[in-house]
């Protein structure tokens, strides 16, 4: 597990917002590249903190690595939201996204959840595009989980899974570029999200190639989770009750056995 703390405080002012944001993969390296991506977009006074699952897949490209995933990230939850404003799932696949929500004292944002709901903002039609050819049905059923299947021109991929992507960044340009434009013209998508944790920045390097608006589910992720932590004061309390369990690590097991103070 890594932990970067990004703050820089000035004389005589408070921290503004503490954002966890949870990678449910064990790759350090995809943690740190979301963090240099994200940290600029807080304020100077805020705290981002990034956790790396301490088990589970390397990659989340199959079913049983997403539910794999969502134990990972309660784990993590448990282990470091005490004193903190929001939390940003930062998987594109939203492991666990409704367990987390239920049990965490602050609101929590996941990527791929966010991105379809700003991309329905965008556009008429929105289509997917990522790394992995895995990711097709599955996204294509969490999206109609969501209820936006009729918004959903549907999901494109290329054959690199995002963890080669994040290693060889530039190798995979064009071949998103041509993913992207065929969820225009194949699919009929008048906006894309470019999904996935491994491809943080690379929407940037990829507008302007397309005919098509072209979101970053990373960034817009982020952009969620900092409107949700500022709002955070507003809202009720959420109750739940104390669930006995067996097996777990000692921080997840005393954090679902313990009522919210």
């Not at 595009?129 to 996204?139: A, C, E, F």
């Not at 409107?227 to 000692?250: C, D, F, M, N, Q």
């Amino acid at each position: 597990m890594i932990l970067f703390i990004s703050f820089s405080i000035r004389p005589g002012s408070a921290l503004v917002l503490r954002i966890l944001l949870i990678n449910p993969n064990t790759t350090s390296t995809i943690t740190d590249l979301i963090w240099q991506r994200v940290r600029r977009m807080v304020g100077e006074t805020d705290v981002v903190l990034p956790v790396t699952a301490r088990f589970g897949a390397a990659y989340i490209s199959t079913r049983a690595a997403v539910a794999i995933a969502a134990h990972a990230g309660l784990d993590l939850l448990a282990s470091h939201v005490h004193r903190c404003d929001a939390v940003y799932l930062a998987c594109f696949g939203d492991p666990g996204l409704a367990a987390l929500q239920e049990v965490s004292p602050v609101p929590v944002i996941g990527m791929l959840t966010s991105s379809c709901l700003a991309a329905c903002e965008r556009g008429k039609r929105f289509g997917i595009v990522t790394g992995g050819t895995n990711w097709k049905p599955m996204l294509t059923e969490m999206v109609a989980a969501l209820g936006l299947s009729d918004r959903f021109a549907g999901v494109q991929t290329v054959v690199p899974t995002g963890d080669l992507i994040a290693r060889d960044p530039e190798a995979a340009l064009a071949g998103l570029a041509d993913a992207c434009e065929l969820s225009r013209t194949q699919d009929g998508a008048d906006v894309v999200i470019l999904g996935g944790a491994a491809l943080a920045g690379l929407a940037a390097r990829l507008q302007p190639r397309l005919s098509i608006p072209v979101i970053c589910s990373v960034e817009t992720g982020m952009q969620a989770v900092i409107a949700s932590a500022r709002g955070k004061r507003s809202r009720a309390r959420r109750e739940r009750e104390p669930i006995a369990t067996t097996g777990l690590s000692p921080e997840l097991e005393h954090f679902l056995g313990t009522p919210p103070d």
